[in-house]
């Protein structure tokens, strides 16, 4: 017997038995979609911290205990054992590959890194000091004019081949739209070279020397590749799939989630989080930013911090923290002053009342920077790093939505607040 909750109306005491649906892990949902139908009643959850948009079988968070399962796979397991092309297999095919698999997907995606070459010249077209961001987006979405032989999106191959080019060019787009904001020209990607060793190369190669990938700051990438791959319904992914639902080229779609990530509360958190730490500029400034920070009338916020369902700790921050003391060490920076400053500011935070009763924990983005940083990663480029990890996560959920044949375009309702039916009034009564 399935359990049921029941709803009743307060205008007339009709009741409408709601059935629950239960999920693998997690809390259940009640099934409110007979509502409005039956009540003539919508439900209101404008934010949607209460509201399901989708069942998925790709992700599963617990913020309570900072849980993060891909596919079932702790988060942590998979940065230390995985790589991301493997872990962007598993996310898009529900399992991990056995070698020959894993060997083929990598070969594809090696195979589909170049940009037709008329698609190159679109980044001529950008101010020379247009944000990587504003590039993305616009490289992404024109994708969809040049792959017409794909495009039939109710063709699971054709959904195969798009998120493995997807997966593939982002790296060179990204590259190109850093090359282009420093005027260098661009450099073509070279198939011997793993996911994360080709994308250093495209970004930091020059014509005028010969380039050597260090081994260590290509591992670093890859694990924060595999930490940012995907994070079940947050507002890009969710983006994604609202633009998918109309039935849309999925690059286009795809190009909607880089939009939405690039806001400051979401993947632009990064950029904002270094933009922060030189603003504070030293431990003794922190006191002062923390209460900035719990000002109700200052609009500054402590980047890095908070998240809408970790309320106990983001579990992909502890592992960056850890990870950024060895890259740091490896490197010759362990004395970095920024990765100081961002220990320090973590340890006052967590200490302090406000933090602590609003369950503000650093998330992913807090640590995330300092490494990107001492990679050589400038600071306009970081949620581009974000993107490019994302897009796996995106390409998984895209696919996973227009694969599922009960599929409609997404259409929420509102509650009107503004003015009720009147007539037009003329100028002169004006
Ligand atoms: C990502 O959804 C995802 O999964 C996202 C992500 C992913 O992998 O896709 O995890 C990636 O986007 C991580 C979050 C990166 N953003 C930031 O670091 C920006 C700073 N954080 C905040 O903007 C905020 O915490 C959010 C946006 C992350 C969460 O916002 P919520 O859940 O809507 O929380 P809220 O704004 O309602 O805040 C609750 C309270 C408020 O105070 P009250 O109104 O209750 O008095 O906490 C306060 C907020 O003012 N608050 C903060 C704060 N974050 C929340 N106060 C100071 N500094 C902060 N960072």
Redesign the pocket.
């Known amino acids: 017997m399935s359990k049921t909750m029941n709803f009743t109306n307060p205008e007339n005491g009709e009741v409408t038995e709601l059935p629950m649906i239960e999920g693998t892990l997690g809390p259940a949902g009640v099934d409110v979609r007979s509502v409005y139908g039956q009540q003539g009643i919508f439900t209101y959850d404008p934010?949607f911290?209460s509201t399901c948009s989708c069942d998925s079988a790709i992700t599963y968070i617990d913020g309570g205990n900072g849980i993060l399962l891909y596919r079932g796979y702790p988060v942590d397991q998979l940065a230390k054992n995985s790589s991301f092309i493997e872990v962007a297999y598993l996310l898009l095919n529900g399992e991990l590959p056995n070698a020959s698999e894993l060997e083929e997907f990598d070969t594809a995606i090696r195979r589909h890194t170049m940009l037709n070459e008329s698609l190159t010249k679109f980044f001529q077209g950008f101010r020379y000091d247009a944000h990587p961001m504003a590039m993305l987006t616009g490289v992404v979405g024109s994708l969809s004019g040049f792959y017409h032989d794909t495009t039939d999106i109710y063709n699971p191959e054709h959904r195969k081949i798009f998120a493995r080019r997807m997966i593939a060019k982002i790296p060179t787009i990204a590259a190109a739209a850093y090359k282009r904001y420093v005027g260098q020209p661009f450099v073509y990607p070279k198939n011997e070279l793993d996911y994360c060793s080709n994308l250093l190369r495209m970004l930091f190669a020059v014509p005028a020397e010969e380039y050597e990938v260090d081994p260590v700051a290509a591992k670093a990438l890859d694990v924060l590749f595999i930490l940012?791959a995907d994070?079940?319904q947050?507002?890009?992914?969710s983006t994604v799939r609202m633009a998918g639902s109309t039935g849309c080229n999925p690059y286009a779609a795809i190009s909607s989630g880089i939009a939405a990530l690039w806001g400051?509360?979401?993947?632009g958190?990064n950029e904002?989080?270094l933009r922060m730490l030189d603003q504070i500029g030293d431990v003794s400034q922190i006191p002062r930013f923390i209460e900035k920070?719990?000002d109700?009338n200052d609009p500054f916020?402590?980047?890095?911090?908070?998240?809408?369902?970790y309320k106990n700790f983001?579990p992909r921050a502890n592992i960056i923290r850890e990870y950024c003391h060895q890259v740091l060490e490896h490197l010759g920076m362990e004395d970095n002053p920024l990765f100081e400053l961002a220990l320090k500011l973590e340890e006052v935070a967590l200490n302090d009342d406000y933090f602590k009763e609003?369950k503000?924990y650093p998330?992913?983005?807090?640590y995330s920077g300092i490494i990107y940083k001492a990679l050589g990663i400038p600071v306009n480029m970081f949620t581009p790093m974000f993107a490019i990890a994302?897009t796996v996560g995106w390409c998984a959920h895209w696919m996973e939505m227009i694969g599922d044949p009960a599929m409609r375009i997404a259409r929420p309702r509102q509650i009107y607040v503004g003015s009720d039916q009147r007539d037009y009034v003329q100028m002169n009564q004006r």
């Open positions: 934010s911290s940012h994070h079940e947050n507002a890009s992914t400051p509360a979401h993947g958190a904002a989080v920070a719990k109700k916020r402590l980047m890095g911090f908070g998240h809408r369902v983001d609003k503000l998330n992913v983005d807090f994302r």
